[in-house]
């Protein structure tokens, strides 16, 4: 045995340990095994809870805006997702109530935005069940014209934009053919065509299209479908109408908007985040579809979203594609990009998300810089109030914002901190509920952060409180500016020296919108929120000094002499 074992001592080692290395080997087995089964097992329950097993009670179709027949297949996500009605902070509970008006709060914002619409009325945002109804209620939409392309995000829209895109190519539209296919060009064609629409025409067109429960009028969430509304007047009112949709006023009115009332109107429902047959994540909206395909061709580096990274490495020959090309995890976040981004929605343009360049604010300011419409006349917001500047105006870069911080270089998504999963029983359920996470640390960040509660609000305080505090700095600086600038009109300063303190204008309102209209307070991207706002007052001051050197006479040359360098503090007075 001990010949045969010297013999071929690397073939048959285990023999001349004999029982001792068998154990072992059998102990390194067993425990191998073990673990193994261990992430078997733990592969399986995470498959598992990312996918809830269910069963399909109801059938629900591309039509199926009402999320109410959803909810009888998947009752816990419908039962947090009815919860944005609530709101926990101030107990608003009814529909009426309207959220604090931003104005009120920081009357410097009337200045900001003199001359634009936002300056009559802007608030607070509030749960996602409100959406259409303070859409349909701002004095924003109710006292100045805007446009269809509001809707693109405050409405499920998307088989109303495949209805319009169908029939504008002479197609059959009925309910069957919109609740069997998503139909991509349909959908691109009719978003064309409703942005461009006046926004009550519009809205009206949402109630032409099946909502996927013909006969119910009773919209889970208010708004909606209460006809001859200031946002969902009769054809025949303040406008002309062109004769078909004339409903006239009145009772004759209210049945005659009945007879093409095929469905109601709903806020953002499931069918604008999941794909009803798989009930994968999908991104249905054509401003990130287009938007996200630019960032693509750009070459800001976005090492937060792979799927664009691998993309730009292959052959580039179809665009990048969201709904192909990126991770579930991407799509936790991308699903939230469909409305919470910086864009243009004007009656000049279709809607566009600014982002050839990339996604900083610079970049974008460079993207508007460059842009002209389609009129060929150079890109602005609108004019400003008081001093006659062509400025830009900062919608809610969230999704912009939450790409330049630590979170998102860390692979955390919207939905890990606002869609936190929660147990119930057995499984785990992705909160629908999309709220604040501060009301619900506890799953929102506890299952990353090993921290008491206390320190973890206290982190997102110390940052809120900065970026509010050097919001304030920056409004004071903006509205000095301003006054210099008006001061040097009235003193009689030309249009061509204006010129110059007009781009600085623009650059240091841009900045400051971007910070305090992003909803966060700076918790996004803490570290890019202050930076912003350094520049936006470096902006402000530079105009408003060169504002006031326009009206001060001309200083003579100093004769100071220059003081000779010292080592120490001297010690005489000299
Ligand atoms: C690209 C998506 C998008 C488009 C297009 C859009 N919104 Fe919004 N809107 C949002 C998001 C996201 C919020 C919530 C964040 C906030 O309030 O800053 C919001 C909030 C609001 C609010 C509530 C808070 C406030 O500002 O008073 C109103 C009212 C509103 N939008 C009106 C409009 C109108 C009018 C238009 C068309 C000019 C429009 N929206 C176009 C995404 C959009
Ligand atoms: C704003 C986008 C959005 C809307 C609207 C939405 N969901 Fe979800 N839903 C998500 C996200 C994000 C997840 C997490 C998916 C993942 O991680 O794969 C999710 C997950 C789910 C899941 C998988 C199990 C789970 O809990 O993670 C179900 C089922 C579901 N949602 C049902 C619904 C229903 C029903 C509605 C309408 C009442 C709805 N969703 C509306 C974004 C949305
Ligand atoms: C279809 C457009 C749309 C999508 C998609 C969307 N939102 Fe919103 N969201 C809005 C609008 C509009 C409001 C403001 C509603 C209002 O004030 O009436 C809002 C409000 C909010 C609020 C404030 C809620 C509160 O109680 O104050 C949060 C937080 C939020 N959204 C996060 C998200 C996250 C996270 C996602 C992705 C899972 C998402 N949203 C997807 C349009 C959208
Ligand atoms: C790491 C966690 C985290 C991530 C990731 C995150 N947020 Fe937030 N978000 C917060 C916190 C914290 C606040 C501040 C809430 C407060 O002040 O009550 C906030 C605030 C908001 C608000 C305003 C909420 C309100 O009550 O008015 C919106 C809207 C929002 N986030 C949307 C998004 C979107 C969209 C994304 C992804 C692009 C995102 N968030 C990613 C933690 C996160
Ligand atoms: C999915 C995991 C995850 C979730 C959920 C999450 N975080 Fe984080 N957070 C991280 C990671 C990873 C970092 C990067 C820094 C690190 O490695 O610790 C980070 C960083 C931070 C930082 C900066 C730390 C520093 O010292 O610079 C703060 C503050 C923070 N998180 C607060 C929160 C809050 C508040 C929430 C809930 C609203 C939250 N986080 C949710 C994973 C998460």
């Avoid at 929102?444 to 900065?466: M, S, Y």
């Avoid at 402000?540 to 002499?561: D, G, I, M, N, Y």
Wanted: glycine content about 8%; aromatic content about 8%.
């Amino acid at each position: 045995m001990s010949s045969a074992a010297a013999k071929t001592p690397a073939t048959k080692p285990k023999r001349s340990r004999g029982p001792l290395l068998l154990a072992l080997l059998a102990a390194v087995v067993a425990l191998a095994t073990v673990g193994v089964a261990a992430l078997l097992i733990s592969i399986f329950e995470h498959k598992q809870e990312g996918r809830t097993p269910f069963v399909r009670l109801v059938d629900v179709k591309e039509t199926s805006t009402d999320p109410v027949p959803w909810g009888i297949n998947w009752p816990s996500q419908f039962d947090s997702y009815r919860r944005t009605v609530d709101d926990e902070e101030t107990e608003r509970g009814g529909s009426s109530a309207m959220p604090a008006s931003k104005l009120d709060e920081h009357p410097w914002l009337k200045r900001l935005y003199a001359g634009y619409a936002f300056s009559i009325d802007y608030r607070e945002a509030r749960g996602h069940a409100y959406m259409l109804y303070d859409q349909e209620v701002t004095d924003r939409v109710t006292q100045r014209p805007q446009s269809g392309a509001c809707l693109h995000c405050h409405a499920s829209i998307i088989p109303t934009y495949r209805r319009l895109g169908l029939e504008a190519e002479g197609k059959e539209a009925d309910a069957e053919t919109l609740a069997n296919d998503f139909n991509w060009p349909a959908v691109m064609e009719g978003f064309k065509l409703a942005s461009a629409m006046e926004y009550s025409a519009a809205h009206n067109e949402l109630l032409k299209t099946p909502d996927g429960t013909p006969g119910e009028k009773n919209p889970l969430f208010p708004g909606g479908n209460t006809p001859n509304t200031p946002a969902n007047p009769p054809a025949s009112e303040g406008k002309p109408s062109d004769g078909e949709d004339d409903v006239g006023t009145g009772e004759e009115a209210a049945g005659k908007v009945d007879e093409h009332h095929l469905g109601d109107a709903h806020p953002v429902a499931c069918i604008d985040c999941h794909d009803p047959k798989t009930m994968e994540l999908r991104i249905t909206r054509p401003g990130f579809i287009n938007g996200i395909a630019a960032l693509a061709e750009s070459d800001d580096p976005v090492p937060h979203m792979p799927s664009v990274e691998r993309w730009r490495k292959g052959n580039r020959q179809r665009p990048y594609d969201p709904n192909v090309d990126a991770s579930r995890q991407e799509k936790r976040s991308f699903v939230c990009g469909q409305c919470h981004v910086e864009y243009y929605c004007g009656p000049k343009e279709t809607l566009f998300f600014p982002w050839q360049n990339g996604l900083k604010i610079e970049q974008i300011e460079k993207t508007y810089d460059g842009h002209k419409f389609p009129d060929g006349e150079p890109f602005y917001d609108f004019v400003h109030g008081e001093t006659g500047a062509h400025v830009y105006k900062a919608q809610h870069p969230e999704f912009e914002m939450w790409s330049q911080g630590i979170h998102a270089r860390s692979g955390v998504s919207c939905a890990d901190c606002h869609m936190p999963y929660q147990r119930e029983g057995a499984m785990k359920v992705s909160s629908h509920w999309v709220r604040s996470p501060l009301l619900n640390t506890n799953n929102a960040c506890q299952t990353c952060h090993n921290v008491p509660e206390e320190e973890l609000r206290d982190k997102v305080a110390t940052i809120q409180g900065r970026t509010t505090a050097q919001i304030e700095r920056a409004a004071v600086a903006l509205t000095d500016m301003l006054d210099a600038i008006r001061d040097a009109e009235a003193a009689g300063a030309t249009e061509e020296e204006l010129g110059l303190i007009f781009e600085l204008q623009k650059k240091a309102a841009w900045r400051l919108d971007f910070v305090s209209s992003e909803n966060s307070k700076g918790f996004h991207a803490d570290q890019e929120a202050m930076r912003i706002l350094g520049e936006s007052i470096d902006y402000s001051r530079q105009a408003e000094a060169a504002a006031l050197r326009l009206r001060a006479p001309k200083a003579p040359e100093s004769t100071r002499e220059v003081v000779p360098v010292e080592g120490v503090t001297p010690a005489r007075k000299n």
